[in-house]
């Protein structure tokens, strides 16, 4: 890819270790994706338009303004049924990425601000922040390994992910990658999932990509599955 490509954020766990350049502008679309969880005999899916506006400020910096414009719940159980729909909460955050002494390592640190706006079954209970780190590791033309650790607090309560990937290039164009990853809730428990995606870049500045998650073990949604695209406006 040409030497101005930038590193988009989609798909999978974590986020790219780089910034935009100065004044570059990317959207991240989600098309839309879903996840399906199960509570005390109610099936819940939920479809989420997740949405990413990022913005270059400087050689190492970038802003980020997230959340989803629409969302759709059905829930079903118990000869039950309900559905409902609005918008999610909004975030905001920045990305920096960090200084590194080997050129197959890049790292990145992102810290955010999630608002509790969304609507009455799409929202937090309350502001939640986070801080995570990513840094990946290229093995060669082909091969690079990820890691990624989050940590999450919404009122007193903490929550942590840590994850790690394989990608693998297919060609020049088409990327493919495995994932896997254990979660902490204080209120639900610990859970692990793993999953599976691919990115292609149509152009330079165009990506697509698919991604699905299945649950391992414990608390964590039993299927998660989206489609999407990445553009990048801008030098």
Not at 158 to 179: K, Q
Request: proline share 3%; aromatic share 12%; hydrophobic share 35%.
């Amino acid at each position: 890819m040409a030497d101005d490509s930038p590193g988009f954020d989609r798909p999978g766990l974590g986020f790219s270790p780089s910034v935009l350049a100065p004044g570059q502008l990317a959207w991240e679309q989600g098309l839309p994706s879903w996840s399906r969880s199960t509570d005390g005999g109610i099936r819940s899916d939920q479809y989420t338009a997740d949405s990413l506006l990022r913005l270059g400020l400087g050689k190492n910096l970038e802003l980020q303004f997230g959340g989803s414009f629409y969302n759709h719940l059905q829930q079903q159980g118990d000869g039950q049924s309900y559905s409902s729909h609005g918008r999610g909460d909004s975030s905001l955050a920045l990305k920096l990425v960090l200084p590194s002494s080997s050129a197959q390592w890049n790292w990145a640190v992102l810290g955010g601000v999630e608002f509790a706006n969304g609507a009455r079954d799409f929202r937090n209970m309350r502001r939640q922040y986070s801080l995570a780190l990513d840094a990946n590791q290229q093995l060669d033309e082909r091969h690079a390994l990820g890691y990624y650790a989050q940590w999450q607090r919404m009122g007193s309560q903490n929550r942590y992910l840590v994850a790690a990937n394989y990608s693998y290039a297919l060609t020049s164009l088409l990327n493919v990658y495995g994932e896997a990853a254990v979660q902490h809730d204080p209120a639900l428990g610990n859970g692990s999932l793993a999953g599976i995606g691919l990115a292609w870049r149509i152009t330079s500045r165009l990506q697509l990509d698919a991604w699905c998650r299945h649950r391992l073990a414990g608390h964590a949604d039993p299927w998660q599955a989206g489609l999407g695209f990445a553009v990048a406006f801008g030098r």
